[in-house]
């Protein structure tokens, strides 16, 4: 067991606390990371504004990178210094749903982050004696983290840790919809509604994989500017005209050929679908809350059109986080441009402030 500080929601919509935790013991399929940068995603403040729901007090925080502190005793292929990306989906490999190539809805995955545990449904955080929860497996908002060893991913030398920090979920979500699940072909048409974290990151996503017509979609310009360094190759301020007709002039009038929601509205859903041509895919990245009902026109619905869920992008860590982060090291990959604040654990609350406000893309918190 050892002593780290962390912040703690202790209860929905009030500001966390940083206090002192418990951490510990390491089992022998663990790892322990001292965390080195962790950012702020949307699902942390959607878990603190109570619209997904979590056993109380947790530690949020699962976008995080840093270094290995010790490995479990079963662990033999990372050692002491190792830089690591952690990634939220260890899947078991075996079960019903990572049978039909589907870890994101791994069974004992499913099952033990709801309960807000480690993966093997244990608790290996306390404070003042009791059972402290942490979100996802990994817990990020804190000095150390303890991991399964499948949830840590080795970083290649150079990779600065806040930059790494983001492949962990928005940048993993938003290119893998564009290259794992989507499956950009050469020439096609994207359209991008929603340009922070994820967007920005499926804007890079069609043009790595080839989309020739990228279309980036948002209420803000300073945003749309920066899906230009990212490769957007036209913008559309919707709150200044009609995106859906100005996505269909930018393509001969049929719609294009992936749309990607990324901004998580019942709007920007139905527009979703009629941005979209017929035939072609739609794939929906944003949430809204668990309980509210989105509703669509029957007919906006025909057109063979492919409507698919993602929550993270098809991910395939181990694969895609290196790639990721090489393509980064070699100027293909834009994250410097994701990163609107640095800070320290204890400004975490301005930190969420900014999100809430829709100021920031990504705000770091350097441990
Ligand atoms: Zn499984
Ligand atoms: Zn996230």
Redesign the pocket.
Known sequence: MMTMRAAVMQQTKQPLTIRDVELGPLKPGDVLVKIGASSICHTDLEVLEGELKYPLPIILGHEAAGTIAEVGADVSDLSVGDMVALHWNP?????Y??DHDQ?IL????TKNRAVGHHYDGECRHQMDGEDLHMLMYLGGFAEYAIVPRQSAVKMPDGMPVDRACLLGCGVMTGFGAASNVARTAWGETAAIIGCGAIGLSAVQGARMNGASKIIAIDLDDKKLEITKICGATHTINASKGDAVAEVKALSSGRGADAVYECAGSERVFQESIMMCRPGGQVVWLGKVNVDQHVSFKWGALMGERRIVRSSYGGARPEQDFPAMADAYLNGQLKLDEMITGRIALDEINDGFDLLRRGEAIRTVIMM
């Open positions: 899947h078991c490999g075996h079960c749903y990572c870890p791994c069974e004992p995955y």
